[in-house]
């Protein structure tokens, strides 16, 4: 079936840096990825709508200068948390669609545990 | 709009007893429903979805029933394991490439 690998799974960094996270769909295309961030009462929140070759779709309330998304190619999008602080730290969660698959095909990733310090 | 209530948790059980979970939603059209499962640590796995009213999905002895007259898709399990402790999730999906719509997720624990 349909996999989606996500890296890193779990990151510390400095606040004040930057940190990078990949979704790769594995074995099929994706026209579209989304990224979810889970906060600690375990709700999801969608943050955003990666499209490959144009720019992402944001949910209101997300800043787009802040979480970078980029999907460059039909396998591969990425969220960069820029100057990332403590009140970013969460699980961020991304998901894709095979659009061949029989059962509308959202995988989701493994998540990323992001830790700012 | 679309939105997915599902039962607040935590949902403490003992080991073999019967599990139930509600979850109720409004939508327009004819939505999609799936009931995803998230063990600690991890992403999301589906466990089972329905396509139409009427449909029963059902995987690892988890079953649910899109009930389009009660717009409701409650997930039930008749003899619950240690192993089914996750975090529960009931979504759907109204229509296409669109994002799926969560509902808050309920916790379940079951002890031995």
């Known amino acids: 079936g349909a996999v989606v690998s996500q890296h890193p799974s779990r990151v510390i960094c400095k606040s004040g840096t930057s940190v990078k996270i990949e979704c790769r769909s594995l074995d099929f295309q994706a026209t579209t990825m989304f990224w979810y961030r889970q906060f600690p009462k375990q709700s999801l929140m969608l943050m955003a709508t990666s499209n490959e070759g144009s720019k992402a779709t944001y949910e209101q309330g997300v800043e787009k200068d802040k979480f970078l998304i980029n999907h460059a190619s039909l396998t591969l999008s990425t969220l960069t948390v820029t100057s990332a602080h403590p009140e970013d730290s969460s699980f961020y969660i991304c998901s894709a669609r095979d659009p061949t698959g029989p059962d509308y095909g959202y995988t989701f990733g493994s998540g990323t545990r992001l830790t700012v310090v | 709009g679309n939105s997915v209530t599902q039962m607040e948790g935590p949902v403490t059980l003992s080991e073999e007893a019967f599990l139930t979970i509600n979850c109720t939603y409004t939508?327009?059209?004819?939505?999609?429903l799936f009931w995803y499962v998230q063990y600690p640590g991890e992403g999301l796995q589906l466990l089972l979805k329905a396509t139409k009213a009427d449909d029963k999905g059902s995987n690892k002895g988890f079953e649910a029933t899109y009930r389009k007259e009660t717009t409701s898709f409650h997930l039930e399990k008749g003899s619950v394991q240690v192993s089914d402790s996750a975090v529960y999730f009931c979504?759907?999906?109204?229509?296409?490439?669109?994002?799926?719509?969560f509902g808050k997720g309920t916790r379940l624990s079951v002890i031995a």
């Open positions: 939508a327009t059209g004819y939505p999609s």
């Open positions: 979504a759907l999906l109204p229509s296409g490439n669109t994002p799926l719509v």
